[in-house]
């Protein structure tokens, strides 16, 4: 992302992601839409991250909308981005990337800035969601 753009960032929470067809349409989107997109697969519950310019999280948050995940939630709505952290700085937009469990996500969610934002998104903690 370019400096004179802010960087915004989405946060969904789903029933589960399980479906392999509908992961590969979010890559599809994740590389459309040139956002970073990371996505906990698996059991319960399904988290989706994404971030990048305001016009591609918008998008990519409308297409996750259109694939009907059981339960979603828009935990974060799309905006400026709270913090930097260590990945930031090679971040590569344009895809998307998984992993299996919350624990890894929220080391993921650490790395970029943003751990205190994420587990209140995810209601972990009495902060505002």
């Not at 979010?26 to 988290?47: D, K, Q």
Request: with cysteine.
């Amino acid at each position: 992302m370019s400096p004179t753009h802010p960087i915004h960032a989405a946060l969904i929470r789903t029933h589960h992601i399980t479906s392999r067809k509908k992961v590969l349409k979010l890559t599809s989107a994740a590389s459309n839409h040139n956002i970073y997109a990371l996505l906990r697969y698996g059991g319960c519950p399904g988290i989706m991250y994404c971030q990048g310019s305001e016009q591609g999280v918008q998008d990519w948050v409308a297409d996750v909308k259109r694939l009907r995940y059981k339960d979603f939630q828009l935990v974060k709505k799309p905006a400026v981005k709270e913090g930097q952290g260590e990945d930031d700085e090679v971040m590569k937009y344009g895809r998307l990337q998984e992993v299996e469990s919350v624990k890894e996500f929220g080391i993921r969610m650490e790395r970029l800035g943003i751990w205190a934002w994420w587990r209140g998104g995810m209601g972990f903690t009495a902060g505002e969601k």
